[in-house]
């Protein structure tokens, strides 16, 4: 954990200050947001413009182009998107949904990349975002097969309520785990958005070892849970011969 009294910790707070899909933030903004002093924010925001983290905005600030160039070096996630993308362009289409794709970090769900179906669906979602574990097809995929430590961790904690189908008994949620260890494919209906379902697979390595996982989300009005699990466990299966084909080809070269 970074001190926020340490320079880098003023920095993370001030970089993690910005929400998705803002143009700018203004210096007064950024002090609300942080608690930093705007003679700070302003010293250390003149250092990150500099480098290029940073860009000047009218009155205010925005995340520079540096931090994408550094995103796309980040190999884990870039090498399960590389493997994935195709097959869920497939999923995608045939399924005329919503895919996901994402890996685990820490105790929440980080969606690696996204295609948006042919259908609209509103959901909270987006490449780059995060949710947490226990309310997401996705998440618990990730969880059931993370390792007891990590689903110990997680259940330890109190499991936050989005709707009234949210699962928040530890017990209830590690017996769901189990099944989805024998499955292999999860499902949550309205757990996290009402309205909406989500179905997921996990994707492994030719090691048999957790990459990540594949999803599809759609409205619980019109989705066919039987059709969407067996695209989804197609694609996933697919996936993971992609990525340990791409990793044999990688270690060949």
């Known amino acids: ?25 203004a210096l007064a903004e950024l002090a609300r947001r942080t608690g930093l002093p705007k003679a700070t924010i302003h010293r250390i925001c003149a250092d990150l413009v500099g480098w290029g983290a ?3 905005s009218g009155s205010g600030y925005r995340l520079g182009l ?33 895919v996901h794709c994402a890996i685990r970090d820490g105790h929440e769900v980080l969606y690696v990349e996204k295609i948006g179906g042919y259908r609209l669906v509103s959901r909270p979602s987006r490449t780059g975002g995060r949710l ?3 309310c997401t097809a996705t998440g618990k995929v990730l969880l059931a097969f993370a390792g007891r430590e990590v689903i110990d961790d ?5 499991l936050r309520r989005f709707t009234n189908h949210t699962i928040t008994s530890p017990r209830r949620l590690r017996s769901e785990l189990e099944q989805i260890r024998s499955t292999r494919v999860a499902v949550e ?19 048999q070892q957790l990459v990540g996982a594949i999803s599809v ?8 849970v039987t059709r969407l699990v ?6 996933a299966e697919a996936v993971s011969r992609r990525v340990d084909r791409m990793r044999q080809e990688s270690w060949i070269a």
């Open 132 to 134: 947490p574990l226990h």
């Open 66 to 98: 540096r931090l994408f160039e550094l995103g796309q070096r980040v190999s884990r996630p870039r090498a399960l998107r590389d493997a994935a993308y195709p097959c869920m362009e497939e999923l995608a289409f045939t399924t005329k949904e919503t």
């Open 1 to 25: 954990m970074i001190e926020t009294d340490s320079v880098l910790g003023k920095v993370r707070l001030i970089l993690e200050a910005f929400h998705h899909g803002e143009e700018h933030v």
């Open 154 to 158: 997680v259940l330890g904690e109190p």
């Open 217 to 224: 989300a759609a409205p619980t009005m019109r989705a066919s």
């Open 230 to 235: 067996a695209g989804v466990r197609t694609a």
């Open 54 to 56: 940073l860009e000047r």
């Open 189 to 207: 209906s309205e757990e996290c958005r009402i309205g909406y379902l989500s179905v997921a697979a996990p994707v492994f390595d030719g090691r």
